[in-house]
């Protein structure tokens, strides 16, 4: 008995184990880390700031092995690599960025204004690569993330261990084909109205993100995900769909410096989903590398990171070797 007199109440004893080992486990798994306006991170990964120059990069990172590096397109943000993400932190550090003054990235020299152009991106990418000290990575880019990523190979070729791209054609060695279609092929109208009409298409997305969201990337697999969400709270913003935009705008002079360097000398990936185009990623790349493979992803399209993200890090883990 107590001082107050108060009998203590005593749990029997298969009850207090089973309080200790729910006290252990809460201690042991603590909650996924979510940042208000980026998402949750996946389990073992943690959000992250860095300021580079004028901006001031997010990323998400996690895992421990051989640093690779993934960069998403429009209109995405670091989320369409969760899954990926996930699949592949156990052999690798994985940074999932948001590019230059999207997601939730910034910019100093003001968010809408940034410069979009493919080397300055990457040189920025580089900046926060050198800041963690990771030393050579594997870059990997789906759509304009891809664009980056090769920029970065060309411009820091002895920094790049492997370059994955996956659904683009790189400006300068084949992408004009899909911008000015020849008689008789399809190309991509989107591509000559971001590049021509930036402020009627900013307009059109900012007017009503979720419907030109839900019609543009017209992916069951990438609406029905919690990454849309990010991707309709993103682009509703005015400055940052700019930003995007400008991702386009820059693609003749970004086919000019691509043209202007030598071919990539470390290993390559091009892939996309195999409803996708899969052989016309092969050979813009194997145009601008040196050591080419080509891989498509079953059961997905232009999306293949979020469509079957299993199969897409399966292939990238075999790439890495």
Wanted: charged residues 20%; contains cysteine; aromatic residues 6%.
């Amino acid at each position: 008995m107590d001082p107050g007199g108060v009998v203590p109440r005593r749990l029997p004893v298969p009850a207090a184990i089973l309080v200790i080992l729910l006290a252990v486990a809460a201690c042991a798994a603590p909650p996924a880390e979510e940042e208000p306006g980026c998402g949750v991170a996946p389990d073992g990964f943690e959000h992250a700031h860095a300021q580079v120059g004028e901006d001031r990069l997010h990323y998400v990172v996690g895992g421990e092995g051989p640093p690779v590096v993934l960069l998403h397109g429009f209109p995405e943000t670091w989320q369409a690599w969760r899954g990926v993400m996930a699949a592949l932190r156990a052999e690798h550090r994985v940074l999932a960025v948001d590019l230059p003054a999207m997601g939730c990235s910034s910019s100093t020299a003001g968010t809408g204004q940034r410069g979009m152009d493919k080397t300055s991106l990457a040189r920025t990418v580089h900046g926060l690569v050198r800041q963690l000290n990771l030393g050579p990575v594997a870059m990997t880019g789906h759509d304009m993330g891809g664009m980056v990523a090769y920029a970065y190979a060309r411009t820091f070729p002895q920094e790049t261990s492997h370059l994955a791209v996956a659904g683009a054609l790189l400006p300068g060695y084949g992408l004009q084909t899909l911008i000015d279609p020849p008689p008789g092929q399809n190309g991509l109208p989107h591509l000559r109205w971001f590049m021509t009409r930036p402020e009627q298409a900013q307009r059109a997305i900012t007017s009503d993100p979720r419907g030109f969201l839900t019609r543009f990337i017209a992916t069951p697999e990438v609406l029905s995900s919690p990454a849309f969400e990010d991707y309709v709270r993103v682009y509703s913003q005015p400055e940052r769909t700019a930003a995007a935009l400008r991702l386009y705008r820059t693609l003749p002079a970004d086919a000019a410096a691509n043209r202007r360097a030598a071919r990539v000398p470390m290993p390559g990936l091009a892939v996309d989903g195999a409803s996708g185009m899969p052989e016309s990623v092969a050979t813009s790349l194997q145009r601008a590398g040196t050591s080419v493979r080509a891989e498509a992803i079953p059961d997905a399209g232009h999306y293949a990171p979020e469509q079957n993200p299993d199969a897409f890090a399966e292939v990238l883990r075999r790439f890495l070797g």
